[in-house]
């Protein structure tokens, strides 16, 4: 690649006119030692060019060689497990869906006239172009997902209307339930879905999905800003890819479709419910007692259902501290699985202990952070008694950019942990990338050479294995399985990518 890189380039002092006071000219023995010198050093350059080149390679094919054996190592855990074609899982999914309308989200403020603010600050919602600008500049620089309801609705439109002049800007379907429905499907399951969408939208879903809930005539939008690693916004520069999202929704805070999907549900005959979408109710101005007449609605589904049909959280960016423990009521004890980011893990184990909303965690965590968290949570969740109809905590999953790491309760209905790690980990690099196939050469390893499995001095260590990258290890009543993500170096979208790995990490399991 550099030998091949010079050859474009204009060598020095060759092709130029000289001056017309002859010093340049070549009946003079100077003119004979110029050439001479010019012409070692222009084979000393080339020497040192294929030197470089030659000293290089063998390490960048080192690196190409272990990332191949990981891959085909990954694909071959994930293989070990997979699903009958004829006889497809029944999986029940809601809440809600939108239009997304995907952007570069420096391009969009840029156009939008919303300048870099000095002053990066936590909004628990948006009503001003200041309180977006500083809500931004909080989240941007570490690269952190979040997503904010935008309650003033004329910033809310200006943002939807600049979003149509931009070139690059793409439209999809989005939500948490429709995402996850549509890669459960692919992967080989028969979904219901509860959601009111548009005819346009409909259009999006797989042919395997049965959707419960009216057609509305405009669907809800929600605008997704999407930047890179090392994307830059006046001084702040991006740790990491990701997005920052805003909406303005009318059905999802409603979960308008979840009388419907009840009257589905039981006919459907689950195997898993899956339960998300919940944070399009952060903020948004319910009346007195409405949003808990909601959550009160969804529980009584929950437990309706048998006890040998999965229950499955799909957690989310939530800042209202109100709604967390009506959740912590009404949602959490009654899902006997759980799904979330390294964000959204410090923020509920916070809760659980008593204390206050985490809005920003490291968006690079260490794998013993993480599992420290994660044993911590299964531990209190499942210190608690019971009350009549609620489930013990049996299956966590914490997806980041770096790793997956699922704990599953021993002996329970929760199967294949270890392919089922796998796939949720190749699944990130698949849908980032917007590719079935994975290209080597557009991904690398965050993952260390080993890591150590707690933060508590003197913790095991765990080296690194190219060719059994799924580390698995039991404790306890349960059961930890880490994998390496493939970390998409060319990506090509962001939101929706955290809904797809857990549904690709159910699909194993149920």
Known sequence: MMASGTRGKRRGGTGRRRSSNGAGRND????????????????????????????RQPVDQSLQSRLDIVLSSLLRAESKAGLDRYHRPRVAIGFGGCLDIIVDGVTLLNKAGIEPSSRPFHHNYINSEQQLAESFAYFFPPGAASE????????????????????????????????????????????????RLSSELLDFLSEHITVAGKQVE??????????????????????RANRYIVHSDDHNPMMDSLEEFSLHLHDFKPSLLVVGG?????????????????????????????????????????????LMKELLTYVVPYADSLGMNEQELPNLLSLVKGGNITVLSDPYPRIASILDQMRELYLLMNSMELRTDQRRLT?????????????????????????????ASLTAYRYVCGSTEIDTSKAR?????????????????????????????????????VAPVLVCTKVHQTAGGGDNVSAAGLVLQI
């Not at 004979?32 to 010019?38: C, E, G, H, N």
């Not at 405009?218 to 994307?231: K, P, Q, R």
């Not at 007195?288 to 989310?316: P, Y």
């Not at 508590?456 to 765990?462: A, H, K, L, M, N």
């Open 28 to 55: 003079s023995g100077n003119g004979r030692s110029s050439k001479v010198m010019v012409g070692c050093g222009t084979a000393l350059s080339l020497l040192m060019v294929l030197l470089a080149f030659w000293y």
């Open 148 to 195: 904010r309801f935008v309650s003033n609705e004329t910033l809310f439109r200006k943002l939807i209307e600049v979003s149509r002049t931009m070139s690059a800007a793409r439209w999809s379907l989005g939500g948490n339930a429709p995402m996850m429905a549509n890669r459960l499907a692919r992967e080989g399951c028969d979904v219901l879905l509860g959601s």
């Open 218 to 239: 405009d669907a809800d939008v929600h605008l997704i800003l999407e930047y890179s690693t090392g994307a830059k916004w006046g001084n702040y520069v991006s740790r």
């Open 278 to 322: 919940l944070q399009m109710m952060d903020n948004f101005p319910f009346r007195d007692g409405q949003r808990l007449e909601r959550l009160k609605a969804l529980k009584n589904v929950m437990v309706s259902l048998d006890s040998s049909t999965g229950v499955h959280l799909e957690m989310a960016s939530f800042v209202d501290e109100g």
């Open 395 to 423: 299956r966590l999953h914490v997806h980041t950019l770096a790793f997956q790491a699922i704990i599953v309760t021993k002996a329970s209905a929760w199967k294949n942990t270890m392919s089922a790690t796998a796939k």
């Open 445 to 481: 390893l965050l993952m260390d050479d080993s890591f150590s499995i707690s933060r508590e001095e003197g913790s095991q260590r765990i080296p690194f294995q190219e060719r059994r990258p799924v580390s698995c290890w039991e404790e306890h009543d349960y059961e930890i399985c």
